[in-house]
Nanobody, 136 residues
Framework: QVQLAESGGDSVQAGGSLRLSCTAS????????LAWFRQAPGKEREGIAS??????????YYSDSVKGRFTISQDNAKKTLDLQMNSLKPEDTAMYYC???????????????????????????WGQGTQVTVSS
């Protein structure tokens, strides 16, 4: 059973930095899509960064809204997925979710995890979320 737990959310001033961390249990570090999504009030959930484990940096995706400011990384030893967020803007204010899905689910049920974008299957796994608030 995959369980995900985010931490690191906080309130910061615009231009500041935060590092989110997701502790993942039950994830094998090959053939898994690990991703960060966010959802602001009144807006749809947005996939902002993802990595396909075992595929290296060529599989990393960033949305245009965070490219150049956010960095996704995984620590296989610690079983964590991190999101370093720099140059934060008020529009980054949202609930941030760690998510995971197996490559098998993506292939069978539909989904994508690559440089072109991230979309998990309905069988994907989600954390409870951590709030990030950026004030101007």
């Amino acid at each position: 059973q995959v369980q995900l737990a985010e931490s690191g959310g906080d309130s910061v001033q615009a231009g500041g930095s935060l590092r989110l961390s997701c502790t993942a249990s039950g994830v094998t570090y090959t053939s898994f899509c690990l991703a960060w999504f966010r959802q602001a009030p009144g807006k749809e959930r947005e996939g902002i960064a993802s990595i396909l484990t075992g595929s290296g940096s060529n599989s990393i995706y960033y949305s245009d809204s965070v490219k150049g400011r956010f960095t996704i990384s995984q620590d296989n030893a610690k079983k964590t997925l991190d999101l370093q967020m720099n140059s934060l803007k008020p529009e980054d204010t949202a609930m941030y979710y760690c998510a995971a899905d197996t490559l098998g689910n993506l292939l069978v049920y539909g989904g994508t995890c690559g440089p072109a974008g991230v979309k998990l299957s309905d069988s994907g796994y989600w954390g409870q979320g951590t709030q990030v608030t950026v004030s101007s």
